[in-house]
């Protein structure tokens, strides 16, 4: 007989933890992508326009973030790519483990694996070297195939010319 309130007992506690949603996977299921971005201190246009959602865990800060597709883009003389899904770890002012985002410097693609916010400025490391940049230059999210150069989709400073890089798959 002793064995029946140890065994009721686990039943009735594994029911219990199935049956509650924790609460930082409640509060993160309300929150779009740029949003978590915000509450870890970091500026929205780390992520271009159109992300189609997220994965987070809120225990480790291990991410996924889900766009339609490539995204590439010129912002001053630096050319971005987002590969369609985009992982790391997120944790107050620091991105790190990132995978899914290049920049090209000259004529190398080289990962960007991490990204701090240090005050006003963010440090974007590709691991050999890294370049800061103030955060108000990411107040806006970038839209794929023109930055912040577009006009109904189209890159103005292309003369016009929609971006031959941009994939919609």
């Known amino acids: 007989m002793a064995k029946f309130p140890y065994i009721f007992t686990l039943f ?13 996977s409640s509060l993160n299921a309300n ?3 740029y949003e978590v971005l915000e509450s ?8 271009p326009k159109g992300v189609l959602g997220y994965d ?11 766009l ?4 590439t883009f010129s912002l001053e003389s630096y050319e971005l790519k987002y590969k369609s899904t985009i992982t790391g770890v997120i944790s107050k002012d620091k991105l790190s483990s990132l995978s899914g985002i290049k920049v090209k410097v000259l004529i190398l693609w080289l990962n960007i694996v991490k990204v701090t916010r240090d005050g006003d400025e ?10 800061d940049f103030p955060v108000s230059n990411f107040a806006e999210s970038p839209t794929c195939g023109c930055g912040f150069d577009c006009v109904n ?16 798959a």
């Open 12 to 24: 009735f506690l594994l029911t219990i933890s199935f049956s509650i949603p924790s609460s930082a």
């Open 31 to 33: 929150l779009t992508a």
């Open 40 to 47: 870890y201190d970091f500026p929205v246009g780390l992520l």
């Open 56 to 66: 987070l865990d809120s225990s480790t800060g291990k991410f996924s973030v889900y």
């Open 68 to 71: 339609n597709g490539t995204c």
């Open 122 to 131: 963010l440090d974007f490391s590709v691991g050999i070297a890294s370049a």
């Open 153 to 168: 989709g189209i890159d103005v400073a292309k003369n016009g010319k929609s971006n031959r890089f941009v994939s919609s």
